[in-house]
């Protein structure tokens, strides 16, 4: 399972002009937890058009070492065919030492709600990088279901957790929209006696509810009077096999979009894009600034997952204000709309971005040090993002710190910059998108 080694510097010369289709790598949300779910339950599950990176594959290596038989066939398009075979949750095997998630933050925050309904000690680890990030906000909803979860320094991985079969369903409220520790809880409450309530300031993307529902488990979810996402789901629960096709990723889409929305002469095509209400923000937010972006739907996934082509053309943009419940609902996506707003007219200004100092950098740092560079006005307050266009960008050398979303963000960047633009870090990109510099060479073609 070895990947191609990308270099650690990219450089990036400006683009001419943008034109092309493009099939993006699959959803990385929904591969993890179809390979997941594949692990839960009994018989083999097929999962088609999987994203290749380098967390998918930390999370189907961690399935394969808790007893299931993964077969992995790639594809043309870069993506992946997998064949679990499970004798489902009741059969996995106590691993021979601690499961390795890598740099993926959803694998060990999904394992470890899966792991606190097993009889069993396991540890999760990963990187460095994951290494440096609290875990508290999941530690104690677990703790609370009756499992016993214990973090590195605390609240810190290597998690080691004890499990407990049945858990204690319970009600709980996250203080922060997070929807891997809602989808840990969910997770958990499959082993657990009763229900298992999850209260969320906003919704946040809601594929767990999805496709569990899709696997036979009664799930519920609705909206409370203060505006609150309230998902319930009753326990314990069994987890039926069902085949997968994965659509493309919006996140991966999101730089293509704003690539071409930003080129003064642009024209791309995305195949087959999921387009889940949870998960579309940044299409809407573009269209917002002004965005020609054209959707054509696609049939579904074939559980209850949208799907569209898109076509984006050089546009005309306009600053916008993101709200707190705008920022949650695109978090992973902020970088790239920052790098959007240095092309806008006027102060565009993003709340409520502190989720993003938590992700494999600081990342609001490193976008305003990076488009800083290049050439934009662009600051923060606190945890607001306000950005001045537009800027006319130039080439510098910028540090994605070893963070994908900014490596990718910086990468685009280097489309429309004068001069050429270095990204340290650029082989980050292979944690989402393994295929993404081949992808930006056939379409600057």
């Known amino acids: 399972m ?49 994203g290749d990176g380098a967390d998918v594959r930390s999370t189907a290596g961690i399935v394969e ?13 870069g993506n992946v065919e997998y064949v679990v075979r499970s004798h489902g949750a009741g059969s996995m095997r106590q691993p021979r030492g601690p499961l390795d998630c890598g740099n993926s933050g959803t694998s060990l925050r999904l394992f470890s709600g899966i792991l606190a ?17 609290p875990m508290a906000r999941l530690i104690e909803p677990l703790r609370a279901m009756g499992a016993d979860v214990d973090g590195g320094d605390g609240v810190r991985p290597p998690l080691r957790i004890a499990g407990r079969r049945p858990l204690d369903g319970i009600d709980w409220t996250t203080r922060v929209a997070s929807a891997q520790v809602k989808s840990a809880i969910l997770l958990a ?40 996402n309230i998902v319930e789901l009753g326990g314990p629960a069994t987890v039926r096999a069902v085949d997968q096709v994965v659509p493309g990723d919006p996140s991966a889409a999101a730089f293509w979009l704003v ?12 195949r087959s894009v999921g387009v889940n209400p949870t998960r579309r923000a940044v299409i809407d937010l573009l269209r917002r600034m002004g965005a020609s972006i054209e959707e054509r739907g696609a049939p579904d996934d074939g559980v209850g997952e949208p799907i569209a082509d898109l076509t984006v053309r050089a546009s005309d943009l306009e600053a916008i204000e993101l709200s707190p419940a705008d920022t949650a609902t695109a978090i992973d996506e902020i970088p790239i709309l920052c790098l959007a707003a240095t092309r806008a007219r006027g102060t565009t200004t993003i709340h409520a971005a502190g989720e993003l100092r938590h992700k494999e950098s600081d990342r609001i740092a490193g976008i305003v040090d990076g488009l800083t560079a290049l050439g934009a006005t662009i600051s923060a307050d606190g945890d607001d ?61």
């Open 65 to 77: 070492a808790l007893g299931a038989d993964v077969e992995r066939v790639r594809r043309p398009d």
């Open 117 to 133: 309904g097993q009889a069993m000690i396991v540890t999760l680890d990963g990187d460095g990088s994951l290494r440096s990030r």
């Open 189 to 228: 409450g499959l082993a657990a006696e009763g229900t298992t309530i999850v209260r969320e300031p906003v919704a946040t993307r809601d594929h767990t509810e999805r496709m569990l529902r899709a696997r036979g488990v009664a799930v519920r979810s609705d909206r409370g009077a203060d505006g609150a």
């Open 2 to 50: 070895a990947m191609t080694a990308l270099p650690t510097e990219v450089g990036i010369e400006p683009a001419a002009r943008l034109r092309g289709e493009l099939a993006l790598p699959g959803d990385k949300s929904i591969s993890h937890r179809a390979l997941m779910l594949a692990l839960l339950a009994e018989g083999a599950t097929r999962i088609t058009g999987a």
């Open 259 to 270: 690539a071409a929305a930003i080129h003064p002469d642009a024209e791309i095509t995305l």
């Open 385 to 445: 993002i306000v950005i001045e266009g537009p800027t006319e960008l130039h080439g510098a050398t910028v540090d994605s710190l070893g963070d994908h979303r900014l490596a990718l963000t910086f990468a685009i960047a280097g489309l429309v910059a004068t001069g050429r633009t270095s990204v340290r870090g650029a082989d980050s990109v292979a944690i989402s998108y393994p295929t993404f510099f081949a992808d930006l060479e056939r379409i600057r073609a």
